[in-house]
């Protein structure tokens, strides 16, 4: 029991780190045109919503004189197509179903696009996918996946490519929908404590490219997952059927 409540408690503590809102959570936010936005740090601007109806919007380079810092969007129900502005530093848009595109201010020394998922500027890290897509192939200069960078999108499907080292805990927080993740490479990242791969699903099932890696996969998943049971298949062949529970002791 202490360890399921440790578990909780840290998803909690990724979700506060990681800027976006933890569900209860009490926050007075302000109104810019047809953002709303509160301040971080005091220094500069988080935008959390847009409430018009336009599919396609730039989030401002400014408001009242801050900068825009973040972008970690709760709700855009009408938007399709968004443009981050010069000053982003970091953005979630996974939560956002109906987003199919964005794209980043030239001017931005901060991030980039690939395949319509938000990376760092060196490229090596996945900061956000959108939320409106199901299948989603890692882009293969990504080495690293950034927690709760699926936070609530409506992916069914990932694909893990071979240059990925590390998916951080939290990164498919609150991803309801996912329920099969392929790894297309000779060895299986590291993968971080705390719900790193969650699902409200009873299964899931891992595509891996021999048995010895379905083994290093089934060890690294260990109390590390909301997961009833990993199913993992060789090409079609199903080779290892796992139960995982958390240790209640």
Known sequence: ???????????????VSSGLPVRGEIIHYKRYKDFKYIKSDYKSINVRYYIGKNKKVSIPEKIKG?????????????????????YVKDANLSKNRNLRRVT???????????????LNKKKTKLMSVLGGYETIKIPKCVKRLKNCSFYWSKVKK???TKNVEVIEAGTFTEARKLHEIVFEGNRIPKIGD??????????????VKNEKLADDLLKKLEGKTTLTTALIYVGN??????KIEYDYT
Do not use: Q
């Not at 201010?105 to 901060?110: G, I, Q, T």
């Not at 062949?237 to 796992?242: D, I, M, Q, S, T």
């Open 1 to 15: 029991m202490k360890k399921k409540l440790l578990s909780v408690m840290m998803a909690l503590i990724l979700l």
């Open 237 to 242: 062949k199903l080779v290892r059927v796992k």
């Open 158 to 160: 990932v694909i893990i």
């Open 104 to 118: 980043v201010d030239k001017r931005n020394k901060y991030l980039c696009v690939k395949n319509n998922m938000i």
């Open 66 to 86: 801050l900068k825009v810092r973040y972008v970690y969007l709760i709700r855009a129900k009408s938007l399709k197509k968004i443009r981050l502005s010069r």
């Open 194 to 207: 705390y719900d790193a791969i969650d699902s409200y699903l009873p299964e899931m099932k891992f595509y």
